[in-house]
């Protein structure tokens, strides 16, 4: 894509998470592809912390933070008077949870508002913004304002492209990232996306050629599932990862592990309580504590592992190391718990993993029924667990699936499992969109064509020819392999009035509707209905440039109609790794502002019809054209791009 981003001096890829976040980056102005991660974070200088816990406090009747990260677990911070701590937000940035949150809960009122989350999020991402330029600034030659630096972020793939990835994108926007000219930041791969890349090029050796993998990543709180081909294992830098399928997601992770343990540590020390008082003002904000105490988070971690104890204690906090409570455990101030009631917890997350995992081998089987799965790679900090290793082993390894297609499967543990997603920062080339992606035109009536039968038409005053309103023409069409590397060019056409002595300089900007549409390309209409939605507007604007050079029509004695300039450009459509940017230009000159599109991508193989000679320009019914369509090298000057020849005339309204 180096037709549209100059090359970068500084990539940076951010991992936010539910319980930490992680940031790798690679300074690509040393001529280096060597991938680091930021391990100093303020409160933990003097040691090596690949993630810094998403966590923010507040004063009381303060909007601003008083601390974060590791400095907000202090003791002082959590326990300190008029405090409260903001954490595990992370999935509340999406409307629907949060609303199913309130519906859930016996108290509506403690569940916060979207607005309120928005603001944690900015708050948060701010601070880190600011750590990340203090930190990283000094890796460049050049001002940390002025070099080419690009953030790119991850995000869960149960997230909705709209609202809720174009409210994060408002979010890291607002917080400082991409503020300067030379910085960018974009919304890159899917979690599941980006643990998948990692591991393919840290692992290349375990892969072979076609193979089939299966890429679970089991973080905080939520579990994505991506099902990949490996293609050109001959070379590490070369490899790479085709999407076969829909990538999944479901709310399984560690919290659920913590909220179980949380709920039943409540139960315990609310009937302790009844026996005989425990004087702690609030069981609720106990058990809470608890749940954070690095006893029990070192107990979840260890669970599965062979020196395992039966038993592990955990503090209870504000409680007199006096008090005894033998029958419940209770004993100087700590309450001991049997190791095996984690179990119950786990085993009700892996229920919920393997109905997944038998989800996606079932589709797999249906699809591609004489092929077989070869990996099962886990990772996530839940993908760490040895138990839930074993259990996955247990039901899926060596021929014990009860599927045909995974015979043969492994499973594979990612190396730095809580690092791949901020690690995997490349991309995938050939990708299927989810939805259709057109943008609304008006298309010439034709009496012969079946579709525009009973369709709205009018007639146009500047060339008095009948035309369909409200059309769309699809883009990209849901389902169709779409390459990064060879971006969509489609022409157009546009009429604009001449000037006269009372307007000398008639209006030529254009805003243009984008519109998406989940439907099967089959069933894609030909004009705007309630199936279809618009995402944004492009902005076409040619007041910069002369009347002149526009073609006058109508401008001979003999010429009945109105005169009017017509405005001929082409509509260039850049592929990013999740994101669609709409760019005009005419004569070599680009016009439009740049509109992002977050894009829910699915990856795919290059569609057999497309034939790439030795200069990468395609011939054929390249980009997954549908049959029929005649595609052309007529390109705006040094543009490299495939163009359409429509056999009709269409213009954006």
């Known amino acids: 894509m180096s037709d549209f981003v100059p090359r970068p001096d500084l990539v940076i890829a951010i991992d936010f998470g539910m319980t930490c976040t992680g940031v790798a980056y690679c300074n690509v102005s040393t001529g280096s592809d060597?991938?680091?991660?930021?391990?100093?974070?303020?409160?933990?200088?003097?040691?090596?912390?690949?993630k810094v816990p998403t966590i923010l406090v507040y004063p009381d009747n303060s909007d601003t933070p008083s601390s974060w990260g590791f400095l907000a677990e202090t003791p002082q911070e959590q326990n300190g008077v008029g405090k409260e701590?903001?954490?595990?937000?992370?999935?509340?940035?999406?409307?629907e949870r949060l609303q199913q949150m309130q519906r859930n809960t016996s108290d509506p009122s403690k569940v916060p508002k979207i607005y309120e989350v928005e603001k944690w999020y900015c708050d948060y991402f701010k601070l880190l913004y600011q750590y990340i330029e203090n930190r990283l600034r000094g890796e460049l030659a050049s001002q940390w304002e002025d070099a080419n630096i690009e953030f790119i972020f991850s995000v869960p793939t149960t997230w909705k492209p709209n609202p809720t990835v174009e409210r994060f994108r408002s979010i890291i926007s607002r917080a400082g990232f991409g503020k300067s000219p030379s910085h960018t930041a974009v919304i890159g791969l899917t979690e599941a996306e980006a643990a998948a890349v990692h591991t393919a090029r840290e692992s290349p050796a375990i892969f072979k050629e076609r193979e089939i993998l299966l890429v679970c990543d089991v973080g905080g709180g939520t579990t994505d599932l991506s099902a990949l081909r490996v293609t050109n294992t001959g070379s590490i830098n070369s490899l790479a990862l085709e999407q076969l399928d829909v990538v999944f997601g479901a709310t399984i992770g560690s919290t659920?592990?913590?909220?179980?343990?949380?709920?039943?540590?409540?139960?315990?020390?609310?009937?302790?309580d009844l026996m005989a008082p425990m004087r702690l003002e609030d069981l609720e904000t106990t058990a809470w504590e608890m749940r954070l105490s690095k006893e029990y988070q070192n107990a979840k971690c260890d669970y599965g592992s062979p020196d395992d104890t039966d038993m592990f204690s955990v503090a209870i906090p504000?409680?007199?190391?006096?008090?005894?409570?033998?029958?419940?455990?209770?004993?100087?101030?700590?309450?001991?718990?049997?190791?095996?009631?984690?179990?119950g917890y786990f085993d009700s997350q892996i229920a919920k993993?393997?109905?997944?995992?038998?989800?996606?081998?079932?589709?797999?089987?249906?699809?591609?029924?004489?092929?077989?799965?070869a990996h099962l790679v886990l990772s996530g900090g839940l993908g760490n667990s040895l138990y839930l290793q074993q259990r996955l082993r247990a039901r899926y390894s060596s021929g014990n699936a009860p599927f045909a297609n995974a015979q043969s499967l492994q499973v594979r543990v990612a190396p730095d499992p809580q690092l791949v997603v901020c690690k995997g920062i490349s991309i995938l080339e050939w990708r299927c969109s989810r939805a259709s992606y057109g943008t609304m035109?008006?298309?010439?009536?034709?009496?012969?064509?079946?579709?525009?039968?009973?369709?709205?038409?009018?007639?146009?005053?500047?060339?008095?020819?009948?035309?369909?309103?409200?059309?769309?023409?699809?883009?990209?069409?849901?389902?169709?392999?779409?390459?990064?590397?060879?971006?969509?060019?489609?022409?157009?056409?546009?009429?604009?009035?001449?000037?006269?002595?009372?307007?000398?300089?008639?209006?030529?900007?254009?805003?243009?509707?984008?519109?998406?549409?989940?439907?099967?390309?089959?069933?894609?209409?030909?004009?705007?209905?309630?199936?279809?939605?618009?995402?944004?507007?492009?902005?076409?604007?040619?007041?910069?440039?002369?009347?002149?050079?526009?073609?006058?029509?109508?401008r001979h004695w003999w010429n009945t109609g109105e005169?009017?300039?017509?405005?001929?450009?082409?509509?260039?459509?850049?592929?990013?790794?999740?994101?669609?940017?709409?760019?005009?230009?005419?004569?070599?000159?680009?016009?439009?502002?740049?509109?992002?599109?977050?894009?829910?991508?699915?990856?795919?193989?290059?569609?057999?019809?497309?034939?790439?000679?030795?200069?990468?320009?395609?011939?054929?019914?390249?980009?997954?054209a549908v049959a029929g369509q005649q595609w052309q090298n007529q390109l705006p000057a040094a543009q490299d791009a495939s163009v359409v020849n429509w056999g009709g005339e269409r213009e954006w309204v």
Not at 258 to 272: C, H, P, S
Not at 445 to 461: K, V
Not at 475 to 500: D, W
Not at 578 to 603: C, P, T
Request: hydrophobic letters at 35%; proline letters at 6%.
């Open 563 to 624: 005169k009017y300039h017509r405005v001929d450009y082409c509509v260039k459509v850049a592929l990013g790794p999740a994101d669609i940017r709409f760019e005009l230009w005419r004569n070599g000159q680009k016009l439009s502002k740049d509109n992002l599109i977050k894009v829910e991508w699915l990856a795919a193989p290059a569609p057999p019809e497309v034939n790439r000679d030795g200069n990468g320009n395609g011939n054929g019914n390249g980009n997954g």
């Open 441 to 554: 035109c008006k298309v010439l009536y034709n009496p012969q064509n079946p579709q525009h039968f009973g369709q709205r038409t009018e007639r146009d005053t500047l060339d008095g020819k009948l035309y369909i309103t409200d059309a769309i023409d699809w883009l990209i069409k849901k389902g169709e392999p779409v390459s990064i590397n060879y971006p969509i060019v489609r022409n157009f056409r546009r009429k604009c009035s001449p000037a006269t002595a009372y307007h000398p300089n008639p209006s030529r900007v254009f805003p243009t509707a984008v519109v998406s549409c989940d439907l099967d390309k089959e069933l894609l209409p030909l004009v705007m209905n309630t199936t279809c939605q618009k995402i944004c507007e492009v902005q076409s604007d040619f007041s910069s440039l002369p009347l002149s050079i526009f073609k006058l029509k109508n």
């Open 34 to 50: 060597n991938v680091r991660w930021i391990q100093r974070w303020p409160g933990r200088m003097q040691a090596n912390e690949n």
């Open 85 to 95: 701590s903001k954490e595990w937000f992370k999935i509340m940035l999406d409307e």
């Open 256 to 272: 659920q592990l913590d909220r179980l343990f949380e709920k039943a540590t409540y139960e315990r020390l609310r009937m302790v």
């Open 318 to 343: 504000r409680l007199s190391r006096s008090y005894v409570n033998d029958h419940f455990g209770i004993r100087d101030g700590e309450m001991r718990v049997r190791r095996n009631e984690l179990q």
């Open 353 to 373: 993993l393997f109905e997944m995992i038998d989800k996606q081998l079932t589709r797999l089987q249906q699809r591609l029924p004489n092929e077989q799965v």
